[in-house]
């Protein structure tokens, strides 16, 4: 306990921030781990199932949607069974708006692992070089007569550099993994909405063929 009390005073009490940066940039990565695991499985799942309803056949898309109630991939369903029977241009728009509503559940707190990844490295940094300055302030002071004062004050300022670099390189990692899961999951999404047009929208030719039978 001496120990680490001593620690926390030589980095001028920047180590227990860095501690909260790493604490909330853990937290970050593993309720983001979870949402795209359930994410990238359910969207597998869901296009295997999309791809054998046939087209027209809205029973079964039902069924799809309230089997993976709950993912953002059966809320583009839902929309797509809201405006079943659509032009083909007014369903795909209607679908877009979809899929933009669900864009911000992609990236949700990805700012703050963002944020930790520069803010740790600058406050370890800045730790640092507080304690070169007060190393060099010994210095001055006693001389070369203990140089251990002096290189014992800059070891204990450098860990907390090592901290901040440490949180850098671990949500770099998994930022930008998050990153790229974000892109297949928008590609995901764009074959949902592929699928869902063609066996939803109706076609020009069949909305007019609709048309006439209506006006005879």
Request: hydrophobic residues 50%; charged residues 15%.
């Amino acid at each position: 306990m001496n120990t680490l009390l001593k620690l926390v005073a030589d980095s001028y009490g920047l180590l227990p921030l860095l501690a909260i940066i790493l604490l909330v940039a853990a937290t970050v990565i593993v309720e983001r781990l979870a949402f795209f695991s359930k994410s990238v499985r359910s969207a597998a799942n869901l296009q295997h199932d999309l791809d054998k309803v046939k087209r027209g056949n809205l029973v079964d898309i039902q069924k799809i949607a309230q089997h993976y109630e709950g993912t953002i991939q059966a809320a583009v369903v839902r929309s797509g069974i809201a405006h079943h029977g659509d032009l083909e241009a007014d369903f795909e728009r209607e679908l877009e708006n979809a899929i933009m509503f669900e864009m911000p559940k992609l990236d949700r707190n990805l700012w703050v692992l963002d944020t930790a990844v520069t803010l740790g490295p600058l406050v370890g940094l800045f730790g640092t070089i507080a304690g070169m300055i007060s190393s060099f302030n010994v210095l001055g002071s006693s001389g070369t007569g203990n140089p251990l004062a002096v290189s014992g004050g800059i070891a204990n300022a450098l860990i907390a550099t090592g901290f901040g670099l440490t949180i850098a390189i671990l949500g770099l990692v998994f930022l930008n993994f998050f990153n790229k899961q974000v892109r297949n999951t928008v590609l995901q999404l764009d074959l949902v909405q592929s699928m869902l047009t063609i066996r939803l929208a109706a076609t020009p030719h069949v909305e007019a063929r609709l048309s006439a039978i209506s006006h005879n």
